[in-house]
């Protein structure tokens, strides 16, 4: 068995609510010695991919020739449909509204057939081929999100969902008072889109890497309830390892409110996230 499939089978786990690392747990326990050896390298491997989450891997899915130019166009056209409609909409439309904004203004261009049938096959491909194991929350390419399930934060450019992740986030707001920021909210297939994408044509169409660090469209829960936190005047160290020396982690940890989805050592195939704020189950 190969190194990817036998993953794949560990982290079936991913489709069920079973914790992967307890589940690769009970395999060890039921493989014959022999293979033991063979599992060992395997998850060894696994932890020093995840710990060098930002650097190509042999095996990572790369991609190249027509593909890799028409992640680059789509990458440029989704870029452009975010400097028109705006940093917040932007959060928030719908693939089917990106391609009518593409259509309607010159300066974003029409996305072709062969780009539309590009993002619908990289939004149904399996993620687990790229080494991610999480779920996938949005199923649909067209998904869409209803303006009057959201509410626009203020100051952040960001949106959340009405009820209950909208009330944790108040509840973290008056416990940490200003020191707390909105670093991302609500994302649609767009947006989510975007942030892998930017990753991928970053690192020469490596979509295994970007998905180390973003989940792929669709696999993403800030689709449907998730947020990200930082502390203020902190900037981009609000999305390193270097968040946990803030004092607003230290609070959000001591008041339990970080029930992280992507925890340190998870088998998801991403790395740790402190900042991530896990809503839903
Ligand atoms: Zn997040």
């Keep these: 068995m190969n190194r ?54 042999p095996d990572d899915i790369v991609l190249e020739g027509e593909e890799l130019s028409l992640l680059k166009s789509c990458t ?49 491909y399996d993620a687990r081929t790229l080494g991610f194991y999480g779920d996938k929350p949005i199923t649909a390419f067209t998904q869409t999100i209803n303006r009057k399930n959201v509410i626009k934060i203020r100051n952040s450019g960001h949106y959340l969902f009405k009820g209950h992740p909208y009330e944790v986030w108040q509840e973290i707001k008056k416990a940490l ?54 502390q203020k005047r902190y900037g981009k160290s609000n999305f390193t390892a270097r968040f946990t020396e803030t004092r607003v982690f230290s609070k959000l940890n001591e008041l339990g409110y970080l029930t992280l989805r992507y925890p340190r050592g998870n088998m998801l195939g991403v790395r740790y996230e402190p900042w991530h704020v896990k809503v839903s189950s």
């Design 4 to 57: 990817r499939s036998f993953l794949r089978n560990i982290c079936i786990a991913s489709a069920m609510t079973i914790p992967c690392n307890a589940l690769a747990v009970e395999l060890v326990k039921k493989q014959p010695h022999e293979q033991r050896g063979q599992f060992d390298l395997h998850v060894k491997d696994y932890i020093s991919k995840m710990s060098h989450f930002d650097s190509a891997h």
């Design 76 to 124: 440029a056209k989704i870029t452009r449909v975010m400097r028109t409609v705006g940093y917040g909409n932007f959060n928030i439309i719908s693939m089917d509204e990106a391609f009518i904004f593409g259509k309607r203004y010159s300066r974003i261009g029409a996305f072709s057939a062969e780009e539309k049938a590009f993002l619908e096959k990289i939004f149904y």
């Design 177 to 230: 008072s200003s020191d707390v920021i909105l670093t991302s909210g609500v994302r649609g297939v767009v947006k989510q889109f975007h942030l892998f994408l930017m990753k991928a044509t970053k690192n020469g169409g490596n979509l295994s890497l970007a998905s180390r660090s973003l989940a792929p469209p669709g696999y993403s829960f800030h689709g449907i309830s998730d947020f990200d936190v930082g």
